[in-house]
């Protein structure tokens, strides 16, 4: 499974890859294409996706999902922008400690696609006295902190072509250049650009809140929808990273 994911990755990376790697005298244009290469790679694929999902549904539900994107990306700024103050501090010899957790904490994503999934089908339930049931309902309402952790989360997930884009590629030009400091937060932007392009284009084909006023029953079917999108996506992706 995860040679699949590789090959559809390669297919839509390689041409940006090379983009990037041209650029690299313009550092900014090359960390921006260098994210949006990591957003296609196999580790960020199914999350993408998954996000793509998530958000997408909310935005045709019910509002367009603009604050949730921008935590969601603030979420990734935030690991990419620590990840290189720890390089920055300590040197390049800390991606070699970090790798020893990137696997286990990929992991985490696929069984939290199910669990999101089985709730919004209805299959998990929560009471409101347990604070992972407001976790979950995070995702699904006004999901701000919900949005930043899964931003979080998704960019902890590291893969080989992430190691490579990030650690071997990006921040050696971080640290060559006196405004390095703004590269990572342009790298996650990058990241986030299929979720911002998906987003943009049902605003922009004023889809947003489109079964709003079709009643509860329509917004149920869209809801069902998603959480067996969000399940085959969570059941794929833990298949693909737990057999490794």
């Known amino acids: 499974m995860y040679e699949f994911f590789s090959i559809i990755s390669n297919f839509f990376s ?3 890859i090379n ?3 041209s650029t690299k005298d313009i550092p900014i244009i090359s960390a921006f294409i260098l994210g949006l290469v990591g957003a296609l790679a196999p ?4 999350g993408n996706l998954g996000a793509i999902t998530l958000y997408g549904s909310r935005s045709i539900q019910k509002n367009i999902a603009w604050k949730e994107v921008l935590y969601f990306t603030l979420g990734k700024i935030a690991v990419f922008s620590g990840f290189g103050l720890l390089v920055w501090i300590f040197g390049s010899e800390i991606k070699t400690s970090l790798t020893v957790y990137f696997p286990w904490i990929r992991r985490i994503i696929g069984p939290m696609f199910i669990l999101i999934g089985l709730f919004l089908l ?3 339930k929560f009471r409101k006295s347990i604070s992972l049931g407001d976790f ?3 995702f699904q309402k006004e999901g701000r902190i919900g949005a930043f952790f899964m931003g979080v989360s998704f960019s902890l997930g590291f893969c080989p072509t992430m190691f490579v884009l990030f650690f071997v590629t990006l921040m050696p030009m971080a640290l060559s ?8 937060p342009i790298f996650a932007i990058g990241t986030s650009l299929p979720l911002i392009i998906s987003v943009f284009l049902i605003w922009y084909l004023e889809l947003g809140g489109k079964f709003l006023k079709k009643g509860r029953r329509i917004g149920a079917i869209v ?3 998603t959480g067996i999108i969000m399940l085959i996506i969570g059941v794929l992706d833990t298949i ?3 057999s490794l």
């Open 14 to 16: 390689q041409p940006l």
């Open 19 to 21: 983009i990037g790697l």
């Open 43 to 46: 580790c960020q694929f199914t």
């Open 122 to 124: 209805g299959f998990i």
């Open 136 to 138: 979950f309902k995070s």
């Open 177 to 184: 250049v006196n405004y390095g400091m703004i590269l990572p």
């Open 223 to 225: 809801q069902k929808i």
């Open 240 to 242: 693909t990273y737990w």
